[in-house]
C-alpha cells in the first residue's frame, strides 16, 4: 500500500512538474529547464521525507497484527534524521551487496567464456534452433538462476527490514514500560 501510494504521489508530481514546465517552456526556456530541475529535486525530497515519515507502517502492522499506516506518521513524529541516516545505510550495503554479487556472477561469466569461448557459428546456429530446443537446452540454467535468486531475494528482505523493525522497537515502548508510564 506504501509503495503504492508513493509512486502514484510521484507519477502525480511529475505530470505536475512537467506540465508547468511545459507551460513555462514558451515564455522562457531556461527557466523552465531551471524550474524542472528544481521542482524536481523538491519532488524526491518530498517522496524521500513522505517515505521515512510512513516507514514504521509495515513494523507496526506487523507487530500488531493490524493494517496500521496513518499511525506511523505519528510515531516517526521527530525521529527523520534517524531514520534518514538509517535509509542512507542501507542504501550503502545494498550498492555493496550489488557490487559483490555482480563481481561474483561476471567474474564467473568471464572465467567461463574465457575457458570456453562461443565462436560467431555457434552462437547463430544455437538461436537458429526452434526456440523450444534451445528453451529446453537452457531450462537447468533458468532453474539454478531461479533458486540463486531466491536465497538472495530472502538474504535481501532480511538485511532490508531488519533495520526497520529495529527502529521500530526503539520509537515503541516495551508493554510493560507502557503500563508503568499510563501509572
Same mark, same amino acid.
Given at each position: 500500500?506504501?509503495?503504492?501510494?508513493?509512486?502514484? =504521489?510521484?507519477?502525480? $508530481?511529475?505530470?505536475?512538474?512537467?506540465?508547468?514546465?511545459?507551460?513555462?517552456?514558451?515564455?522562457?526556456?531556461?527557466?523552465?529547464?531551471?524550474?524542472?530541475?528544481?521542482?524536481?529535486?523538491?519532488?524526491?525530497?518530498?517522496?524521500?521525507?513522505?517515505?521515512?515519515?510512513?516507514?514504521?507502517?509495515?513494523?507496526?502492522?506487523?507487530?500488531?497484527?493490524? *493494517?496500521?499506516?496513518?499511525?506511523?506518521?505519528?510515531?516517526?513524529?521527530? @525521529?527523520?534524521?534517524?531514520? *534518514?541516516?538509517?535509509?542512507?545505510?542501507?542504501?550503502?550495503?545494498?550498492? !555493496?551487496? @550489488?557490487? %559483490?554479487? $555482480?563481481?561474483?556472477?561476471?567474474?564467473?561469466?568471464?572465467? *567461463?567464456? =574465457?575457458?570456453?569461448?562461443?565462436?560467431?557459428?555457434?552462437? @547463430?546456429? *544455437?538461436?537458429?534452433?526452434? %526456440?523450444?530446443?534451445?528453451?529446453?537446452?537452457?531450462?537447468?540454467?533458468? %532453474?539454478?538462476? $531461479?533458486?540463486?535468486?531466491? !536465497?538472495?531475494?530472502?538474504?535481501?528482505?532480511?538485511?532490508?527490514? =531488519?533495520?526497520?523493525?529495529?527502529?521500530?522497537?526503539?520509537?515503541?515502548?516495551?508493554?510493560?514500560?507502557?503500563? @508503568?508510564?499510563?501509572?
Amino acid at each position: 500500500c506504501l509503495s503504492i501510494m508513493l509512486w502514484i =504521489a510521484f507519477v502525480v $508530481g511529475i505530470l505536475l512538474v512537467l506540465a508547468v514546465c511545459a507551460a513555462m517552456w514558451f515564455a522562457s526556456k531556461g527557466l523552465a529547464i531551471a524550474l524542472g530541475i528544481v521542482a524536481g529535486l523538491a519532488l524526491l525530497a518530498a517522496m524521500a521525507w513522505t517515505a521515512l515519515r510512513l516507514s514504521m507502517a509495515l513494523p507496526m502492522s506487523f507487530a500488531e497484527r493490524r *493494517f496500521r499506516f496513518f499511525e506511523a506518521w505519528t510515531l516517526t513524529r521527530g @525521529e527523520g534524521g534517524a531514520l *534518514f541516516l538509517i535509509g542512507l545505510l542501507l542504501i550503502a550495503i545494498l550498492i !555493496l551487496m @550489488e557490487a %559483490v554479487i $555482480g563481481g561474483v556472477v561476471g567474474g564467473a561469466m568471464l572465467a *567461463f567464456f =574465457a575457458g570456453h569461448p562461443p565462436s560467431e557459428g555457434a552462437v @547463430e546456429a *544455437f538461436f537458429a534452433q526452434p %526456440v523450444s530446443d534451445w528453451a529446453t537446452q537452457l531450462a537447468p540454467f533458468a %532453474v539454478v538462476g $531461479g533458486v540463486a535468486l531466491a !536465497l538472495l531475494g530472502a538474504a535481501f528482505y532480511a538485511v532490508m527490514y =531488519a533495520p526497520w523493525a529495529a527502529a521500530y522497537r526503539m520509537l515503541v515502548p516495551a508493554p510493560a514500560e507502557a503500563a @508503568e508510564a499510563a501509572a
